[in-house]
C-alpha cells in the first residue's frame, strides 16, 4: 500500500495514542507465567504484540479479549506445553529475545523464528548469557531461528550488559526467575526498566551503574494493569502539531516513565513547544497528558552516544522533523540503529536523499545541513518507524511525500493513517 501526503489544515484537539509497545509485550509475557488471571487495559492491538500473543497461545497460555480488556490465563512458572511447531514472533524482536529468555528455563526444546527482518537481526547477544545460564541454543550464525533446549532450573548468573539494550536485560531478567539462586545484572548506560517495574525487582545504583536483582522461583502473582499510551508513537503526533500552523493539541495518557522521556528533552531543546500535564502514577508506571502549540524546530538536533540509547526508537521521527523545520542534523553512536526493523541509518539517509535532503551517511549515523524538502517518495522497507516518520516530511507544505509499503505502520500505529489524512487540506 502506498500514502500520499501533502500539506495539513491545522491539528487541533485532544488525541489518544495506542498502548506502549514494549510495555504490551511485557504485560502478556509477565502474566503467562504468573499464577492466575491477569487483566490487561489498554493493551496496544497491532501486529507486535499479536506476535507475543500468537507464540503464547502455542505454548498453551489462554488469552481472551473483551473490548479493550486482555485476560491472560497465567500458567505459572512451570505450566507451559511444549509447541507442536516453530513460534513466529513475526517481525518483533522484543517477543523473540524476551521469548527466549522464559524458554530458557523450560524443560523442553523449542524453536522460535520471524519475518525476513527478524531473521537478519543480531541474536547473539541473547544467546550468550542464555548459554551462560545452561540453555543450550543454536542459531543460524548468531541469527535466528533460534532452537532452545531449556534447563530448569537454569544457573544463576552476574552479567554486565554489553550493548545497552533493555530486551537483552529483560531476556536475562526472565531467564532469572526459573535459575536457583539470584542473577544480577548491571547495566552502565541506563535502558528502559518496564520489565523490573513490572515484576517488582530491587534495583541498586552506584558508580558502577544500575544493578537488577532477580531471585529464581519468585512466584508471580496475577495482575491488573493499565497500559498508558506509547511515547515512541505520540512522538509522532508531536511533530506534526509542532509543523504546521495554528496547530494546538494535547494527546491523554502518555506513559511518562523517566527512561523514555528523554525525547521530551531534546524537543524542548530544539525549540518546540511542548508542555506535560495532568501527571500520574498509577503501578507500576507514570502518565500524563503532553500539549504541543505550532512551532517548528528552531535548534539544530545534534545526538551522541551518551542519549542515543534513551530516544533510539524516536531518531527517525526526529530526523524528519529537523528536516521539515528546515535545521541541521546530526547522529552519531548510532550503530545499533542498523540492526532495527531495517537497517534505520541507511534508509533514513537514501529517503532524505530522496526529498531533497543531502543527508551523509556515517558508520554509526549521519547528519545533513539545512535544506528544503521537495516532493518524492520513500520506502518504508517494511519498518514501521521509518514509515511513519516520513509521514511528517509534507504536512508543512510545498511537497507531497509517497510512503512506499506504508501498511508497516500496522506493527504498532494501526490507525496512523487515518489520522493523518484527517490532517490533510485536501
Ligand atoms: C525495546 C528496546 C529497544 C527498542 C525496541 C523496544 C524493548 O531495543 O529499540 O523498539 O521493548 O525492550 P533494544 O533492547 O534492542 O535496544
Redesign the pocket.
Known amino acids: 500500500m502506498e500514502i500520499t501526503l501533502g500539506p495539513a489544515k491545522s491539528i487541533v484537539g485532544t488525541f489518544d495514542v495506542p498502548g506502549d509497545?514494549?510495555i504490551s509485550?511485557r504485560a502478556l509475557l509477565v502474566a503467562s507465567i504468573a499464577d492466575g488471571v491477569s487483566s490487561l487495559h489498554n493493551l496496544l492491538q497491532a501486529q507486535d504484540p499479536e506476535s507475543t500473543i500468537r507464540c503464547l497461545r502455542s505454548l498453551g497460555v489462554k488469552i481472551t479479549r473483551n473490548g479493550e480488556t486482555t485476560e491472560v490465563y497465567g500458567q505459572g512458572l512451570n505450566g507451559f506445553r511444549r509447541p507442536t511447531a516453530d513460534l513466529d514472533a513475526g517481525n518483533s524482536?522484543?517477543t523473540m529475545?524476551l521469548l527466549s529468555g522464559i524458554l530458557a528455563g523450560q524443560p523442553f526444546e523449542s524453536t522460535i523464528t520471524g519475518d525476513e527482518s527478524l531473521r537478519n537481526r543480531p541474536m547473539q547477544r541473547v544467546v550468550d548469557p542464555l548459554t551462560r545460564m545452561g540453555a543450550v541454543i543454536s542459531s543460524q550464525k548468531g541469527k535466528p531461528p533460534l532452537t532452545i533446549q531449556g534447563k530448569n532450573p537454569l544457573d544463576a548468573i552476574s552479567h554486565t550488559l554489553q550493548v545497552?539494550?533493555?530486551?537483552?536485560k529483560?531476556a536475562i531478567l526472565l531467564a532469572g526467575l526459573f535459575a536457583e539462586g539470584a542473577t544480577t545484572i548491571t547495566e552502565k548506560v541506563i535502558?528502559?526498566d518496564?520489565t523490573e517495574r513490572l515484576l517488582n525487582l530491587p534495583v541498586r545504583t552506584n558508580e558502577e551503574g544500575r544493578t537488577i536483582t532477580v531471585v529464581g522461583g519468585t512466584r508471580i502473582p496475577p495482575f491488573t494493569i493499565v497500559v498508558p499510551g506509547d511515547i515512541s508513537s505520540a512522538v509522532f503526533l508531536i511533530c506534526a502539531a509542532a509543523l504546521v500552523p495554528g496547530s494546538d493539541i494535547v494527546i491523554r495518557n502518555v506513559g511518562l516513565n523517566p527512561t523514555r522521556t528523554a525525547v521530551l528533552g531534546i524537543l524542548t531543546n530544539a525549540g518546540l513547544q511542548l508542555s506535560v500535564e495532568r501527571t500520574s502514577h498509577q503501578e507500576p508506571e507514570e502518565y500524563g497528558d503532553i500539549r504541543v502549540k505550532f512551532g517548528p524546530a528552531s535548534r539544530p538536533i545534534d545526538l551522541d552516544s551518551a542519549v542515543v540509547?534513551q530516544i533510539?526508537?524516536e531518531i527517525p521521527a526526529l530526523a524528519v522533523l529537523a528536516a521539515a523545520s528546515g535545521v541541521e542534523c546530526s547522529v552519531r553512536g548510532a550503530g545499533?540503529l542498523r540492526v532495527?526493523e531495517s537497517d534505520r541509518v541507511s534508509l533514513l539517509v537514501r529517503n532524505l536523499r530522496s526529498i531533497g535532503v543531502p543527508a551523509e551517511e556515517a558508520g554509526d549515523g549521519f547528519s545533513f545541513e539545512r535544506a528544503v524538502i521537495t516532493s518524492g517518495r520513500v520506502q518504508s522497507g517494511g519498518d514501521h518507524r521509518i514509515a511513519m516518520a516520513f509521514a511528517l516530511a509534507g504536512l508543512r507544505g510545498g511537497a507531497e511525500i509517497t510512503i512506499d509499503e506504508a501498511e508497516a505502520s500496522e506493527i504498532s500505529f494501526p490507525h496512523y493513517w487515518g489520522v493523518l489524512e484527517s490532517f490533510q487540506k485536501r
Request: proline share 10%; aromatic share 0%.
Open positions: 509497545k514494549s509485550h524482536g522484543t529475545r545497552p539494550s533493555a530486551q537483552v529483560s535502558t528502559r518496564h540509547p533510539i526508537d545499533e532495527k
